[in-house]
């Protein structure tokens, strides 16, 4: 097809300026942005998950066997503020190499912030960037960026036309100047022209907007959007895909066919959460309609319950899959992020794909993170009585990868549950590690210290809700660390797995201060960021636990040690 997903940046909704009013989700430290970092002990900086040396960031595309990733970034400070689009490029998605800035303020329709975009393809293999620019009365307003040289498997310069912007909010066409960003990337329809969808709202109504275009530089806004749902507040980095349903394989995204679903997830900046749906595009019309049962507003799916957002998928051709990378923000204080030099990192790059059921999304680690396993230990298949606690030892616990598997003989002890209406993390916050059950909890404690003073726990339970059994999956920060500065929240997620007939999976990728966990083969993902004071480099251990009254047997558990990944 003529259009690919080969690269994404993410805007984190800020706007700093006077004259319109003007709504920011982050606040600025102008004050603050010089400051560096006075510390050389950094036990939390992440050995295999992307972060620049220093600063604030953020969160690709492949052209010419290259992997390219722009992310927002401050040069100068731990803050928001001075936002640049940096580069880094990698054959692997796993080390990465950084070059300068792809996009900074120069021009006027960007003379106050080059904010998120994503990366189209154009017949003849030529990648071009549509971004939020801020012009000079502070509006949002969308750009268009080339590369001055396609010759440059790099591309590491980039110009911008005349012609900008491309698309501008007026009195006229009903756009609020201070919520109208993130345009995706692009897809072809049929009749060979361009559409896009940028993110808005209309009071409590969040709204993706939708252009047509037929060269990429004159856009028509449509007379209706592409979607909308009341209530949900402002969409930002939306995005806009299909998926197979019938293969794991990616599809580009200009492919429209019965073979395939759409997916469309937005990010709340009312809540700092994202929520997808997954239905069906009437291209006849240019309209989405979400499928029954795929709930449309905060209380739906989402593609992690923990810190992750902004997050955007994009289409590997040379893999022939899809990727989604999600932002990984803090739990830190900024005063504390100021004092680290740095602030925000991105998640592992994960494989997606639509469930078997058609009803959700699956997530999975890229494979070629398991290049960076080291050092495996297994734990033969062992029972694991109500109350136990294993230690699994001989690999770097504090930069690990594991995985477990459990199997349960008996379901009678269930707790009995009325799940419809219940939120799963407010669940979890009632019945966390510490608190007894039946079946569960049990599961996975990751960067625990030796006297389990400190431990994050991963870990499932199960209820009985009439005449089915629940699954719920929890990661439980309340005992992460003896600072009482961090945001310890409990997650919490019910996952689609039954256990009568199905082994409850748990994968979990542990990096110093962050912990991505998997659970149910990808069903459902957390990812926490803590900062243990006792579980730090050597003082860091896992174990595999049981804290309900009935045992569970752990059919399978591997761990690795993972390597340090290179990124420059």
Known sequence: MASSVLGLVWLFSVLFGYGVQVEASHHLYRNLESLQSTSTNQPYRTSYHFQPPKN???????????????????????????????????????????????????????????????????????????????????????NLAVPKNLSDPFLREWIKPPQNPLMTPTAMNGINASSFRDPTTAWQG????????????RRRR????????????????SQHPLHSSKKTGMWECPDFFPVSINSTNGVDTSVI????????????????????????????????IPDRGSVDDDSGLRYDYGKYYASKTFFDSAENRRILLGWINESSSVQQDIMKGWSGIQAIPRSIWLDKTGRQLVQWPIVEIEKLRSNRVDLP?????????IEVSGITASQA?????FELSELGKAEALNSSGVNPQVLCSQKGASVKGGLGPFGL????????EEQTAIFFRIFKDQNRYVV?????????????????????????????????????????????????????????????TLAINNGAHLYAFNNGTEGVRITRLSAWTMKKAQIY
């Not at 019965?258 to 291209?283: I, M």
């Not at 990868?401 to 598997?405: F, G, K, L, R």
């Not at 990661?475 to 600072?483: H, I, L, M």
């Open 472 to 532: 719920l999956m929890c990661s439980d920060q309340s005992k992460s660390s003896f600072d009482q500065d961090l945001d310890k929240t409990t997650y919490g997620a019910f996952v689609d797995v039954d256990p009568v007939h199905e082994k409850l999976s748990l994968r979990s990728l542990i990096d110093h201060s962050i912990v991505e966990s998997f659970g149910g083969g990808g069903k459902a993902c957390m990812t926490a960021r803590v900062y243990p």
């Open 381 to 389: 298949s062992t029972e694991l009585k109500g109350g136990s606690v």
């Open 190 to 201: 049929p009749d060979g022209r361009w559409r896009v969808i940028i993110g808005s709202k």
């Open 56 to 142: 604030w960031i953020n969160g690709p595309m492949i052209y010419k066997g290259i992997y390219h990733l722009f992310y927002q970034y401050n040069p100068f400070g731990a803050v928001w503020g001075n936002i640049v689009w940096a580069h880094s490029t990698s054959t692997d998605l796993v080390n990465w190499i950084s070059h300068d800035p792809a996009i900074y303020p120069s021009v006027p329709s960007d003379i106050n912030g080059c904010w998120s975009g994503s990366v189209t393809i154009l017949p003849g293999d030529k990648p071009v960037i549509l971004y939020t620019g801020i012009d000079p009365q502070k509006r949002q307003v969308q």
């Open 257 to 288: 066919s019965p073979s395939v679903k759409h997916v469309l997830k937005a990010s709340l900046d009312d809540t700092k959460h994202e929520y997808y749906t997954v239905g069906t595009y009437y291209q006849d019309k240019d309209k989405y």
């Open 401 to 405: 990868d594991v995985e477990v598997s």
């Open 206 to 221: 969040g709204t993706a907007i939708l252009y047509r275009s037929k060269d990429f530089i004159h856009w028509i806004k």
């Open 445 to 452: 404690l990751v960067l625990a210290s030796k006297g389990l």
